[in-house]
């Protein structure tokens, strides 16, 4: 009874000016996104207008520019090196989280302060001798090299991740699969998977981000055969003149599939992007 | 007799063999993961260090030679290290201070009575996701350019019309990009903590007379001060690392203006191709991120324990 009385006091007053607020500061961040969008359905002449141009009749021609272009193998290859080093970090991670949650090894926080440490250390720490064994091995602009980069990067944040998933599995499960004999792996593949199912999805939500979004090793480990989606947008640095329009189109599309991803996967992405630390 | 204290001495020795090979067991599957760790992390950093001893240019064949403690002299005395320290701390303090504040007021209107807190959250953490290198060509080319963006059109009312933001004020434009980009994480981090507040309290403290501000700050900001801190610092560890940003925007300039250390180190490694000094600057590096690591690393500490507790 009072709660209604309260709401109804409250709602033209403080719920519409704090919302116009909110509005108005969302539509400041979102902002570039959408301009982003909107130039990439202008025709060049439009999207390189002074004043800009805010009312036009949107046009695919950009895109169907960008997608018929040199850009879908760049793209590809990001797929190849994100999905990759993602899947080789859900097989060396998963085992070693379990080691670290289910059946814990000594030192365990040790071991996790070690991998977590890998994470966070610059890449200034290992990038001259990996480029320089990628150079002698003829890796040099090999899309797989990247991934087993990739796979470096993830691994430390993937193991903590799948940890704090697999330690929210009681204990007696494993008991119960251990009396009734199964074996390791028996054990990982009928509990552990189904159980950690969402673990897994978001561990590989935030692989394929970092990994889709990574740019430094790309710049310097690929180029024209195995550059990934940021490496194509390089092109548009200066050499290419006033191609804004495609510019958008292409960036619109290297963005989307971590876009989507991260709009579908909200609750994950917080628990990823902290490690676990927060749910 | 003599049977039974027999078996019992081979019962305890079996009992050794056989805990120490259950402990090898719980290792086993913690291996490939360790060892795939050490191999391209551990073993390269090695060699990172004892590469910063020597002059290396990979341009001039035959150049490998010891130099002992040279590259490090050269950092102290070359003004370019000086500049891109000053650059990356100046860089992360502003980037991780306002994108801290601002996700703060972000959070807390998504978390007050407002219409569609859903859509505004998801449209919220939309510059997060896109590619850097993508929202940082979008910044540059659409939005600063002072002949076609859109920034310098809206500003012209205010005489701020033909400011070429990115090289008049680069510093300025990076910091502008990065805090875009990393107010929604901010937010998305201080939100979690807002929502695990308990509504009761701090009704009970509008009860006793408390007004909205004093209520802010006496219970929620306390409460959500551990997320704060969670955001900055795993904010910082990357914000430090910024260089798709600045690769765009600026490529580190004008002249060494917006030259970080990642930066630096690239220009050094792959476009002068010193090899021994490339790794020098690693090492120094290194040592200057893992003082925010272990800082970083103790409160991540800290909070899981607090997780474990409950």
Known sequence: MSASVKVRRQFPTSKVMWSVIGWLVVFVFFFPVLWMWLESFKTEPQAASSPPTIFFAPTLEEFQQVLSGDFPPYFINSAIASIGSTLLVLVLGLPAAYALAIRPVKRTRDVLFFFISTRFLPFAASLVPLYLLARDLQLLDNIFALALIYTTINLPLGVWLLRSFLLEIPPELFEAARVDGAGFFTEIRRIVVPLVAPGIAATSLICLIFSWNEFFYAVNFTSSVAGTAPIFLVGFISGRGLFYAKLAAAATLASLPVLIGGWIAQKQLIRGLTMGAVK | ?310
């Open chain 2, 1 to 310: 007799m003599s049977s039974i204290a027999g078996s019992g001495g081979v019962r305890v020795q079996t009992a050794a063999s056989v805990a120490r090979r259950a402990a090898w067991l719980r290792r086993l599957p913690l291996l490939p993961a360790f060892i795939y760790v050490i191999l391209v992390t551990q073993i390269p950093f090695l060699l990172t260090i004892y590469y910063s001893f020597f002059s290396w240019n990979l341009l001039k064949p035959g150049s490998f030679k010891f130099t002992g403690l040279d590259n490090y002299a050269r950092l102290l005395t070359d003004e370019s290290i000086r500049i891109a320290v000053l650059n990356t701390v100046v860089l992360t303090v502003a980037v991780i201070g306002i994108s801290v504040v601002l996700g703060l007021a972000v959070a807390t209107l998504l978390n007050s009575e407002v219409f569609g807190k859903g859509l505004m959250r998801t449209l919220m953490i939309a510059p997060f996701l896109i590619m850097p290198t993508a929202g940082a060509l979008i910044w540059k080319d659409t939005l600063l350019n002072p002949l076609f963006g859109l920034l310098p059109y809206l500003l012209t009312p205010f005489g701020l019309g033909r400011v070429d933001w990115v090289n008049q004020y680069p510093m300025v434009a990076v910091v502008a990009v990065e805090v875009w980009r990393w107010t929604p994480f901010m937010m998305l981090i201080i939100l979690a903590g807002l929502q695990s507040q308990n509504p009761e309290v701090l009704e009970a403290a509008r009860v006793d007379g408390a007004n909205s501000f004093q209520a802010f700050r006496r219970i929620t900001l306390p409460l959500v001060r551990p997320f704060l801190e969670l955001g900055a610092l795993l904010g910082s560890l990357f914000v430090v690392q910024t260089f798709d940003s600045i690769y765009m925007l600026t490529f580190g300039g004008p002249g060494e203006d917006t030259t970080n250390i990642p930066f630096l180190l690239y220009l050094v490694a792959f476009q002068g191709f010193s090899i021994g000094q490339a790794s020098a600057i690693g090492v120094v590096a290194v040592i200057l991120t893992t003082i925010i690591a272990t800082v970083a690393l103790r409160t991540l500490f800290s909070i899981f324990n607090v997780e474990a507790r409950r």
